[in-house]
């Protein structure tokens, strides 16, 4: 399911009526969540926008802000979002967990520590890199972008929603070879592999050598992980 049109059915319903802690995205990712929450009748719920107090980017695509507000959804793609998401899951279940708060302090502390690494690595390898822009299927790494000084280019908007005609195609090509990309990574929520593939073989007829250079993957596109969590104590 395209993230972006995920709607909740009777049986999501059901798991919030009974839930303890329900974690979601904000910035206009969930346009259903107060109303579910609200249905839920759950006294016991403690819901956390996982973006609270993250600065958004903005939209700036009036069409775009039209049907999904004015904020980019994708902050957890930033390692230094990532911090203050996890900060604020921690704190949810803390909440709601209130006799087990030591053991998600202790594991947020290590996690926190890893990110920290994360980024420490990054900012070293970036900072000697000599491209620092890149083309993907969904433009979907601006946050990615603003923490590391990196430029994206895409096929799809910010909601992985049309496909591109020829010129805008042709633009996005011209792109790549100005500043010599290599690789093409694509979602499998994005419009067919083999479709892409197809425009740039066309739009690269007159230039082989180039052609040859250029790659498209397909990567499967990971929204939530989660591991070692234990059930909450009733």
Same mark, same amino acid.
């Given at each position: 399911v395209e993230p972006h049109d995920f709607e909740l059915k009777p049986e999501n319903m059901k798991q919030l009526a009974t839930a303890q802690v329900f974690v979601y995205n904000g910035f206009g990712m969930e346009p259903w969540a107060k109303q579910a929450i609200e249905a839920a009748k759950n006294d016991k719920l403690v819901s956390v926008v996982a973006t609270e107090g993250v600065e958004a980017i903005k939209n700036t695509d009036p069409e775009e802000i039209k049907e999904h507000g004015a904020e980019d959804p994708h902050a957890w793609l930033s390692l230094k979002n990532a911090k203050i998401e996890v900060k604020n899951i921690k704190d949810a279940l803390v909440k709601a967990d209130p006799a087990?708060?030591?053991?998600?302090?202790?594991? =947020? /502390?290590? =996690?926190?520590?890893?990110?920290d690494a994360m980024i420490k690595k990054y900012e070293e390898q970036f900072a000697k890199a000599p491209h620092k822009n890149f083309v993907t299927g969904h433009?979907?790494?601006?946050?990615?972008? #603003?923490? +590391?000084?990196?430029?994206?280019? %895409?096929?799809?908007?910010? +909601?992985?929603?049309?496909?591109?005609?020829?010129?805008?195609?042709?633009?996005? *090509?011209? =792109?790549?070879?100005?500043?010599? *990309?290599? /690789? *093409?990574?694509?979602? /499998? %929520? !994005? !419009?067919?592999?083999? #479709?892409? %593939?197809? +425009?740039?073989?066309?739009? +690269?007829?007159? /230039?082989a050598a180039i052609l040859a250079q250029i790659k498209v993957n397909t990567i499967q596109r990971i929204h939530t992980v989660t591991s070692g969590i234990p059930p909450i104590a009733k």
């Open positions: 087990n708060k030591d053991y998600y302090e202790k594991n =947020y /502390t290590e =996690y926190v520590g890893k990110l433009a979907a790494f601006a946050y990615l972008c #603003r923490d +590391f000084g990196l430029e994206q280019n %895409s096929v799809e908007d910010v +909601f992985a929603e049309g496909e591109p005609n020829a010129a805008q195609l042709a633009k996005l *090509i011209e =792109y790549v070879k100005e500043n010599n *990309i290599t /690789t *093409i990574p694509s979602t /499998t %929520s !994005m !419009m067919p592999v083999a #479709r892409l %593939s197809v +425009f740039v073989v066309a739009l +690269f007829a007159n /230039t």
